[in-house]
């Protein structure tokens, strides 16, 4: 069966540091990979979203940026974050051709 | 543009009541996919249903069951005697065939005992 995994599961970060958070797939060959944000108490917003390895869209101009450099590891990254970036962070995968989507865990941050 | 409403912010019922969570949607698509996620506290949204547009039978899974109208743009979800452990937040999704889920705002319910 597949699995996703996400880690950090919690992580608080000064202003102005670098981020970077991973997603890992199990169990599948090909995924769509999405990460999205959910700010405190309200809906999500897909922040990126990948059909293969190196290739990234961007939904939302940002501080943020996402890479996929293996076939089912898809990271978040950030240069140096902001109070704004705080917020559960959510990686989904999607079976190539499907729609439903899958969630990891997801990763709580406060950026302080 | 694709768009997902859930007019019902909070919902609050008494264990064993029965509640339905509103989904209204926009598409201009002929070809689209519906989805209900739940988000419970510890935050990991579980994949409930997917229905498609070509399919309106209303579907019942347990407790659950959705009834899907394109005549009104609405994919209903229904919880019958609802339970504590049915406390979460419900999220309906859209998804066009060209392109990605869009999810509505979320619904928060709380089962009371």
């Known amino acids: 069966s597949q699995t996703i995994h996400q880690w950090p599961a919690t992580l608080v970060q000064p202003v102005g540091s670098p981020l970077s958070l991973e997603c890992t797939v199990e169990g599948t060959s090909n995924p769509n990979l999405y990460w999205y944000r959910q700010a405190a108490g309200r809906g999500l917003q897909l922040l990126f979203y990948?059909?293969?390895?190196?290739?990234i869209s961007s939904e939302v101009p940002q501080n943020l940026s996402a890479s996929r450099p293996q076939d089912r590891q898809f990271i978040l990254s950030s240069k140096k974050l902001l109070l704004s970036d705080s917020g559960f962070y959510l990686c989904?995968?999607?079976?190539?051709?499907?729609?439903?989507?899958?969630f990891g865990p997801g990763t709580r941050l406060t950026v302080t | 543009a694709q768009k997902v409403t859930q007019a019902q912010t909070e919902i609050s019922v008494v264990e064993k009541e029965d509640v339905t969570l509103d989904c209204v949607y926009e598409t201009r698509d002929t070809t689209y996919y519906l989805f209900w996620y739940k988000q419970p506290p510890s935050g990991e949204l579980v994949f409930l249903i997917r229905r498609n547009s070509f399919d309106e039978q209303n579907e019942i899974s347990g407790r659950y069951s959705w009834n899907f109208q394109k005549s009104t743009s609405s994919f209903n979800f229904t919880i019958t005697a609802s339970q504590v452990v049915d406390s979460a937040v419900y999220f309906c999704?859209?998804?066009?065939?060209?392109?990605?889920?869009?999810f509505g705002a979320g619904t928060r319910l709380t089962v009371k005992p």
């Open positions: 990948s059909v293969g390895i190196g290739q």
């Open positions: 989904a995968w999607s079976p190539f051709s499907t729609y439903e989507q899958y």
């Open positions: 999704a859209l998804s066009e065939a060209s392109s990605d889920m869009r």
